[in-house]
């Protein structure tokens, strides 16, 4: 398997521009988990899916955020419009959740940069 | 939300032990694990343990979990300067395999 997958790698925007950063996570998975990592906030959990379900998007920071999980093999998240705090690496990772122990899989993120 | 401390740095010389410190407060925590981020990485898991054991030895990784003090430690001995990375702790109850992560330690290996 080739792991989770994110596109793009890197991106560039101006603020006010709408961003979509999208996941394909390890086939078979059933749990899926969108994180952004800053230097001044560390790893926070935006939202997960469970069997493609939103289960919890309390970490979502604003309403500008939206993310969504069509099917079991792709998801994205969406910021419109897009501001320069937004600036951060975003990772998706899946798991295979049953009762719990199950190891993440992280993909290798995507670095956006709002101007 | 769950509460994961740990230190923000660690600076060791190559070939001395590393110890990473831990604490976390959820006493129904399952599985706790450590995971590596190597710089433009995403996170890959080091290693986890059950919440009944008091230790696990994986090489040259030792992790120690005190559960009464929920406190847990990732020993890394004769450091190589391919260690030096962010190593997250982070613990999880089972729900959904939610993880909660700490801010992660920088660990700095001198040559």
């Known amino acids: 398997d080739a792991g989770v997958i994110q596109s793009p790698r890197h991106e560039v925007t101006e603020m006010g521009q709408e961003v979509t950063l999208r996941c394909k996570p390890i086939?078979?998975?059933?749990?899926l988990f969108w994180y952004r990592q800053t230097m001044m906030r560390g790893l926070e959990l935006l939202i997960y899916f469970n069997n493609n379900v939103p289960i919890d998007d309390s970490g979502m920071p604003e309403d500008r955020f939206s993310a969504k999980m069509p099917n079991a093999s792709f998801s994205t998240l969406k910021i419109q419009p897009s501001e320069p705090r937004d600036s951060a690496v975003y990772f998706c990772a899946s798991s295979f959740s049953t009762s719990g122990g199950n190891e993440q899989f992280f993909g290798p993120g995507t670095r956006l940069t709002v101007l | 939300g769950e509460d994961v401390e740990q230190s923000l740095f660690l600076s060791v010389r190559e070939g001395d032990s590393s110890v990473i410190n831990c604490t976390y407060t959820?006493?129904?925590?399952?599985?706790l694990y450590w995971y590596k981020q190597e710089p433009g990485a995403g996170l890959q898991l080091l290693t986890y343990?059950?919440?009944?054991?008091d230790m696990k030895q994986d090489q040259r990784l030792t992790v120690l979990l005190n559960k009464k003090d929920k406190h847990l430690s990732l020993r890394i001995a004769d450091t190589q300067t391919g260690d030096s990375a962010i190593y997250f702790c982070a613990e999880s109850s089972g729900n959904f395999n939610k993880f909660y992560f700490g801010s992660g330690t920088k660990l700095n290996v001198k040559p």
């Open positions: 959820d006493s129904s925590s399952t599985y």
């Open positions: 343990i059950f919440s009944n054991m």
């Open positions: 086939s078979g998975h059933n749990s």
